[in-house]
């Protein structure tokens, strides 16, 4: 089990802890004296009760924030949900495809992060309506509605570095840059394009600024992985490991990830409402490190001996891959990420074992089949 051991001397803002194998690391908790703007502040997180949105509303209401979640509920069964944390009063269960929903609670923010997204790659392509539908009829709910608020001072609207596509085959992983054409190969990657594309045209010369945050590969507890996904390596394999099941490798596990943890998600998109700098601007949120699948298995097998690394054919619309290029998130948001992949995944893994009801019933009965 991790151990919480102190803050650092000198440093309100980092704390120190130690894991299961004594190996001490620094994490950040407020860390930019421009957040401290954010004391008071109305700010309306969508898809505020996912992975992602939840570390993002925590973080926001240890800066004194008066942060509110919108979010449908449905993305996990619920007792998924509950390990996110999240205070209930917080949040606001609706659709953000219904205006009469949106409308109200935008108006009164002064800030919006629009995170909320059918948020898988593999789901997306299985069900184009369901991903529009949200991905794009959502996003445009949204945008509109802040175009149209009084209130609001900045969106933040989150995307993916699926925008990016794939390098061409044979050439090894490359480096994904802002300004580069994007090409995406899959309707998740295009919805993201769109909404990108739509802040952009509604919002540039507006009263109301925007920034958009391109992600790319989030993982740390307590990600769970959703059935049928080929995303969200550290968790399916820690997982899968857990339960004795062996780890796939879709085309070999050469495909490369930029692992980013999710805690050093949640500082790069706060940053991104308060930096000046920010405004206006696509954003790489990312390591600038290529890993790949085969490296995060191996990993995760070190911490489970018995573990069998299995290749597998690569499914339609697994990328091969890229890194961001990291100038932008350093030079606009003073960012940059702080807890190291290796650290990561052992940190995932501490918390799988002392969570294991975490590995969800899908999962668990295909072990249960494999032993049969
Ligand atoms: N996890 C990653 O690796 C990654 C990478 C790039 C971008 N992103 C983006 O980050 C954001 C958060 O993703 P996450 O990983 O936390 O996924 P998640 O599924 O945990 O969170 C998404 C949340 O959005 C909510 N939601 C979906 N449709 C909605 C709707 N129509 N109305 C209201 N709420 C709705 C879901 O209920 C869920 O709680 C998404 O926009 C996703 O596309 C994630």
């Not at 440093?11 to 908790?29: C, D, E, R, W």
């Not at 507890?221 to 995303?231: E, L």
């Not at 997982?239 to 490798?249: K, S, T």
């Not at 930096?275 to 911490?303: D, F, L, M, Y």
Request: net charge neutral; charged share 20%.
């Amino acid at each position: 089990m991790r151990e919480r051991i102190r803050r650092r001397p000198g440093s309100p803002h980092h704390q120190l802890t130690k894991n299961s194998k004594g190996v001490i690391a620094v994490h950040a908790l407020l860390p930019d004296a421009r957040l401290s703007r954010l004391a008071g502040a109305r700010v309306l997180v969508t898809g505020g009760a996912g992975l992602i949105g939840s570390r993002i509303m925590r973080l926001l209401t240890a800066l004194g924030a008066d942060a509110v979640a919108l979010d449908r509920m449905d993305a996990y069964p619920h007792p998924v949900n509950d390990l996110f944390g999240l205070d209930p009063a917080r949040v606001i269960t609706g659709d953000v495809c219904q205006s009469d929903t949106v409308r109200p609670l935008v108006n009164d923010a002064e800030y919006v992060i629009h995170a909320a997204a059918y948020a898988d790659v593999a789901a997306c392509t299985r069900q184009p309506a369901a991903a529009c539908a949200a991905n794009v009829c959502g996003t445009q709910t949204v945008i509109q509605e802040v175009q149209a608020a009084s209130a609001a001072r900045r969106m933040v609207f989150i995307s993916s570095a699926a925008v990016y596509g794939d390098p061409a085959e044979g050439q090894g992983p490359v480096e994904f840059c802002e300004d580069q054409p994007p090409h995406p190969i899959s309707v998740y990657g295009n919805a993201k394009l769109w909404g990108e594309t739509e802040a952009r045209l509604r919002l540039t010369g507006g009263g109301v600024g925007f920034c958009v945050l391109r992600y790319f590969s989030v993982y740390g507890d307590p990600q769970v992985p959703k059935p049928g996904s080929h995303s969200w390596m550290v968790a399916c394999l820690a997982m899968r490991a857990h339960l004795g099941l062996p780890l796939l490798l879709h085309g070999g596990g050469h495909q490369v990830r930029d692992m980013v943890h999710v805690e050093d998600i949640a500082r790069a998109t706060v940053l991104a409402l308060v930096a000046e700098q920010a405004a206006g601007q696509t954003i790489n949120v990312g390591s600038g490190i290529a890993t790949s699948v085969r490296q995060i298995a191996e990993r995760i097998a070190t911490h489970y001996p018995r573990a069998q690394l299995i290749d597998t054919p690569r499914p339609e619309g697994d990328p091969l891959g890229g890194y961001a290029a990291t100038a932008r998130s350093r030079e606009l948001l003073g960012w940059r990420p702080t807890i190291a992949v290796k650290d990561g995944i052992d940190r995932y893994v501490d918390w799988l074992q002392a969570n294991p009801r975490a590995i969800p019933e899908w999962m668990r009965s295909e072990a249960a089949v494999a032993v049969t």
